[in-house]
């Protein structure tokens, strides 16, 4: 599997900006999809499903702030499915940006659920920014750092941002309080995802909140401690 992570990489804890999140829950799978606001501009992470209603919904909310980009911790369908109807709101000139190695599953990922699962969702244009470990997705006064998490899907990756009211990380679906990501999925690998969850947890400093891509949010330490699929991560040397 490709885009594994780079284990001379770290991240930069020099907190800067301020962030506001809200989480909208929707979508056939109950995907959270999380506005994420700084200053006047905003990005959307996983934009799940009718996106033109989540344009309208965000506009009503905040009107004078302006997204300014589309963004996909992973390529399944469950959290695509918005990015066409956001942009046909929004206009094509707000980028959807995913990582460089799941666009081969946002473009099948759609089929697939069809067929397998029965749910539709809509396809999602050609990404405009392809991301890789390091990368940084700036907005405001804050940017999101990329750490590559495959595992869950070739290019899960996970976006972490160290600001002045605390480190918070958008996890996708490569950790959940107690667990991780499905592997049994197109795509997925066991081994692949403990690496990963061994390398974001030496990374991630503890008090990080870590909003997940269904479901509760948790924290870097209550994981630590908690659950067993880290602690083997890290125990077993991935």
């Known amino acids: 599997m490709t885009g594994m992570p780079a284990s001379d990489f770290s991240l930069d804890l020099e907190p800067h900006g301020t962030l506001s999140i809200e989480c909208v829950e929707n979508g056939p799978i109950q995907t959270n999809t999380y506005f994420v606001t700084s200053d006047d501009e905003a990005v959307v992470i996983d934009p799940a499903w009718e996106g033109e209603e989540l344009a ?48 081969e599953t946002a473009r099948d990922h759609v089929g697939w ?3 397998a699962w029965g749910i539709d969702t809509e396809q999602p244009p050609a990404p405009d920014r392809l991301l890789t470990e390091g990368d940084r997705i700036e907005f405001g006064d804050v940017n ?9 899907t070739p290019g899960g990756i996970v976006l972490f941002a160290a600001t002045e009211s605390g480190n918070v990380a958008f996890c996708g ?14 795509g997925g690998d066991e081994t692949t995802i403990m690496h990963s969850l ?9 008090d990080t909140l870590c909003l997940c891509g ?9 994981e630590l401690e908690g659950n067993l699929f880290v602690r083997r991560a890290l125990n077993m040397g991935y």
């Open 198 to 206: 061994a390398h974001l947890f030496r990374l991630l400093p503890q």
């Open 173 to 186: 679906d490569t950790l959940f309080p107690g667990g991780h990501g499905r592997t049994d999925l197109p």
């Open 56 to 103: 309208r919904h965000f506009a009503v909310r905040h009107p004078e702030v302006r997204i300014v980009a589309l963004v996909c911790t992973h390529g399944h369908a469950d959290h695509t499915g918005g990015v066409a109807g956001l942009r046909r709101a929004l206009g094509d000139d707000v980028p959807f940006v995913i990582a460089a190695d799941d666009v």
């Open 214 to 222: 269904h479901g509760q949010s948790t924290t870097a330490g209550a």
């Open 113 to 115: 659920l069809r067929q």
């Open 144 to 152: 999101l750092q990329v750490i590559a998490t495959p595992g869950h």
